[in-house]
């Protein structure tokens, strides 16, 4: 195995992805939100080479790492091709700190933890349609970015604003939708106040806001009416770029997200580098 054959994995698995769409299987694009949410750790290009090679992994990791956990890969498992980076450690200039440098990629294996056995693994509780703890945890997310957040009546049928630094919600929504229109806002907040909506269509902003605020309701277990329809809008121009910047910026915010309001334990560690972003063939 070569990091050219697994590289052309991440095209092909992108390439039917877009076909999906365009014959109308748009559930596809929400089973690969899905997938972001549950390898956060991951760059883009492995979550979606995990979720093409193996649909319903829920936690993965190398073979020491569960080795590390209790667990162990049950003989015979078929490994999970990735692309690890292959990272420098070196000292910055006040000598006490160190930063890693990736130097390239490599062909690496991972395994779901339904291919092992030993220690149960740390669980985090599930919403299942309340968010519990995890709105208060969203709140202090968001006070600590300097984003204000308050409940008022809106207009019509807005759920809620985003405008320069503050998020308004309205009043009286169910837990699991004020949640979710919470983290819409968010979204807003971090890709397109200001300059950073420039270029970008409305339809493509509200799509990227909704995947984001989707992405990360399935990852705190809350169940999600989304209408699949919807994400179609991101790729109406039939650009592999499209899909792929639009799809980076969910995963980036989402990511940060998550981080913020999960445990951590919930999940196996991986190098900080892990995220870096492996080549992405001729899209990248």
């Known amino acids: 195995m070569t990091t050219e054959h697994v590289t052309g994995m991440i095209s092909q698995a992108t390439d039917k992805l877009m076909a999906d769409l365009e014959a109308g299987k748009s559930e596809q694009m929400l089973a690969y939100l899905a997938a972001i949410g549950r390898f956060t750790r991951y760059s883009l290009g492995n979550a979606l080479l995990i979720w093409s090679q193996r649909p319903t992994a829920t936690r993965v990791a190398g073979f020491h790492t569960w080795r ?5 890969v049950r003989k015979g498992e078929r490994g999970i091709r990735i692309l690890a980076p292959i990272v ?31 220690k149960p693994l740390p669980e985090f509780a599930t919403a299942k349609g309340d968010p519990g703890g995890y709105q208060q945890r969203l709140h202090e997310f968001l006070k600590s970015r ?10 019509g049928s807005v759920q809620g604003m985003s405008v320069g630094g503050k998020i308004v919600v309205r009043n009286g929504l ?20 200001g300059e950073k909506a420039s270029g970008v269509a409305k339809a493509i902003r509200e799509v990227e806001a909704e995947s ?12 999600c009416n989304t209408a699949a329809a919807d994400y179609i809008k991101l ?21 940060e997200i998550i981080g913020a309001i999960l ?3 919930a999940t196996p560690k ?13 899209a990248a």
């Open 68 to 72: 590390q956990l209790g667990r162990q």
């Open 88 to 118: 420098r450690r070196r000292a910055t200039e006040n000598r006490e700190d160190e930063e890693d440098k990736v130097l390239a990629f490599r062909p690496a294996y991972v395994f779901d933890a339904t291919q092992t056995e030993g």
């Open 146 to 155: 300097g984003i204000a957040i308050e409940f008022s009546s809106l207009p």
């Open 174 to 193: 169910p837990l699991a939708e004020q949640f979710s229109v919470t983290v819409h806002e968010t979204a807003h907040q971090f890709l397109h106040c």
């Open 212 to 223: 984001v605020a989707f992405v990360v309701s399935q990852a705190i277990g809350l169940d």
């Open 235 to 255: 790729y109406d121009d039939g650009k592999k770029e499209t899909l792929l910047a639009s799809l980076e910026r969910i995963r980036s915010v989402a990511g």
């Open 263 to 265: 445990p951590q334990e």
């Open 270 to 282: 991986q190098p900080a580098a892990a995220q870096e972003s492996p080549p992405m063939a001729s």
